[in-house]
């Protein structure tokens, strides 16, 4: 196994890792005219810590794409992320049948405000948050302490969309934030595996560049359209949960919270679970009369579909 297929091996199963493999081969033999060890002719596909898996010489910093996040140290050229992102979409829906879910994480699936930020009315959490499923207080470092409130439905809604999609977390929230939140509700990392994308590879807007697959084939959920300026026919919009004060905002006129009114979002009939009949839409749309093993992925195409379910019904 060569070290470019050991990267891959922590990236994708083995029959992804093959197939990436022979098409970026491919893609590398057209511009090669030499034994393709030679460290000239070498593309440089994939690059970790400045040194290329293939041919083993040292290469400049930042002359790929960083995907940290995957991997400590990885960087891949732009023709390893286009062949990477086709061939994973390819694979994911003709063997798994599945799509790929971007799903952003406060506001969208829970809460998280600082203790020190509560209200007097709100208080009385602090002393439930041992006893609940959907609370849960954690340090956050320098004496921070905070609680994070899952929103209504997160649990049947993770089930039920990883059936139909491999999920990413992206979220503008620190890489430690981001481990503490998905300790509470992926501990085993069923979900979400090693796709988390945070604000440390991420820090001003949100990309579908990080994001190892077709856009084609992505669905996104964020309450924040404006962080996703490129993307926005692959974005679902939902509802902000404030499940806390938020006595910050000067833009809206202050009403009591659901914590101070001690009420929450519904469940089965609240943004969650709305949110999930759409994606079920899509996710039915896409995979109507099947798919054909050669079929060219750009031939059908979640953006579409979620331009129809956008319209009034």
């Known amino acids: ?181 998905l300790k509470l509700i992926d501990p085993e990392k069923i979900y979400f595996g090693h796709r988390v994308i945070t604000r440390n590879e991420s820090p001003y807007i949100k990309t579908l560049d990080l994001v190892l697959a077709d856009e084609c084939g992505v669905v996104i959920v964020d309450d924040t359209p404006q962080v996703w300026p490129d993307h926005k026919r692959n974005l679902l919009e939902i509802t902000k949960y404030n499940y806390f004060s938020d006595k910050t905002r000067r833009d809206v006129k202050y009403s009591k919270s659901y914590a101070e009114e001690k009420i929450d979002e519904g469940r089965n009939d609240g943004s969650l679970a709305n949110i999930l009949k759409v994606i079920k839409e899509v996710y039915e749309g896409f995979f109507s009369g099947g798919v054909e093993k050669e079929l060219d992925i750009d031939s059908k195409d979640v953006r579409l579909l979620l331009h129809d379910a956008r319209r009034p019904k």
């Open 1 to 181: 196994m060569s070290v470019m297929q050991q990267n891959l091996s922590v990236l994708e199963p083995k029959s992804k890792r093959r197939k990436i493999d022979s098409e970026i081969n491919s893609s590398s033999s057209s511009s090669s005219s030499s034994s393709s060890s030679s460290s000239n002719n070498c593309g440089h596909f994939f690059v970790r810590y400045g040194i290329c898996c293939n041919c083993r010489s040292n290469v400049e910093r930042h002359r790929g794409r960083a995907f940290d996040y995957l991997v400590d140290g990885l960087e891949l050229s732009d023709v390893a992320v286009k062949v990477t992102k086709r061939v994973t979409t390819q694979i994911t829906c003709f063997n798994d049948k599945k799509l790929h879910l971007v799903l952003d994480l406060d506001h969208t699936l829970l809460h998280t405000v600082m203790v020190s930020n509560l209200t007097k009315e709100e208080t009385y959490l602090i002393g439930e948050a041992d006893s609940r499923e959907d609370l849960w207080m954690f340090n956050g470092g320098y004496s921070s302490e905070f609680l994070i409130k899952l929103r209504p439905y997160v649990h049947e809604f993770l089930k039920e969309a990883n059936e139909m999609f491999s999920m990413y977390v992206y979220t503008m929230g620190d890489r430690d934030y981001a481990n503490n939140v």
